[in-house]
């Protein structure tokens, strides 16, 4: 781990240097927009390297664009070192993270929850029968029985819900589709 005073320091080195970079923002620097500029310079410069920014400043304008710029997170200003490694590790995978209380003003402000709504009408009435009883974690018998369904009917049904919603195993459909039906309600 090594600190830098700008982010002109961090761009005389190799990418190789870095794992992830984490931007500290000073929050008058988003007042002229040039720290947004600067992160898309970052992202470019080490196109490989995760860039999160955390900044105290959480609004929804100063989240998109520094994740506009390609920034693989944004934490709060007062994130505390076990999110800082949640988001870490999230962008290490190849994913981007944004705090929970961030994400719901987000998608509250870009009205999700009609898109979501949307999403779930992907599944046909069987299957969302079986998403019903999946979701309580059980195996596929269990909901063969339940449903009144031939066990490979289930395994069929599961087999398509995970293409629908790009999952490779039941536990992360069961999360992601847990996700979809939390913002529904």
Same mark, same amino acid.
């Given at each position: 781990?090594?600190?830098?005073?700008? *982010? +002109?320091?961090?761009?005389?080195?190799e990418?190789?240097?870095?794992?992830v970079?984490?931007?500290?923002?000073?929050?008058?620097?988003?007042m002229?927009? !040039?720290?947004?500029?600067?992160?898309?310079?970052? /992202?470019?410069?080490?196109?490989?390297?995760? *860039?999160?920014v955390?900044?105290?400043?959480?609004?929804?304008?100063?989240?998109?664009?520094?994740?506009?710029?390609?920034?693989?997170?944004?934490?709060?200003?007062?994130?505390?070192? !076990? /999110?800082?490694?949640?988001?870490?590790?999230?962008?290490?995978?190849?994913?981007?993270?944004?705090?929970?209380?961030?994400?719901?003003?987000?998608?509250?402000i870009?009205?999700?929850?009609?898109?979501? !709504?949307?999403?779930?009408?992907?599944?046909?009435?069987? +299957?969302? +029968?079986v998403?019903e /009883?999946?979701?309580?974690?059980?195996?596929?018998?269990?909901?063969?029985?339940a449903?009144?369904?031939?066990?490979?009917?289930?395994?069929?049904?599961?087999?398509?819900?995970?293409?629908? /919603?790009?999952?490779?195993?039941?536990?992360e459909?069961?999360?992601?589709?847990?996700?979809?039906?939390? +913002?529904?309600?």
């Open positions: 781990m090594a600190t830098y005073g700008s *982010v +002109e320091d961090i761009e005389a080195y990418a190789t240097a870095f794992s970079i984490l931007v500290c923002v000073d929050d008058s620097r988003f002229d927009n !040039s720290i947004v500029l600067e992160i898309g310079a970052l /992202v470019r410069r080490f196109p490989k390297v995760p *860039v999160i955390q900044a105290k400043l959480c609004g929804f304008q100063q989240i998109l664009s520094v994740l506009q710029q390609g920034a693989h997170g944004y934490l709060p200003g007062n994130a505390g070192i !076990s /999110v800082c490694i949640e988001a870490i590790s999230m962008a290490l995978a190849g994913g981007v993270f944004v705090a929970a209380k961030n994400l719901h003003d987000i998608q509250s870009l009205g999700t929850n009609h898109h979501q !709504s949307k999403r779930l009408e992907m599944f046909t009435r069987r +299957e969302r +029968e998403i /009883v999946l979701r309580q974690g059980k195996a596929n018998k269990t909901i063969a029985y449903l009144r369904l031939a066990p490979n009917t289930v395994k069929v049904h599961v087999r398509n819900i995970l293409k629908k /919603v790009r999952a490779t195993n039941r536990a459909a069961i999360y992601k589709i847990n996700a979809m039906f939390d +913002e529904i309600a």
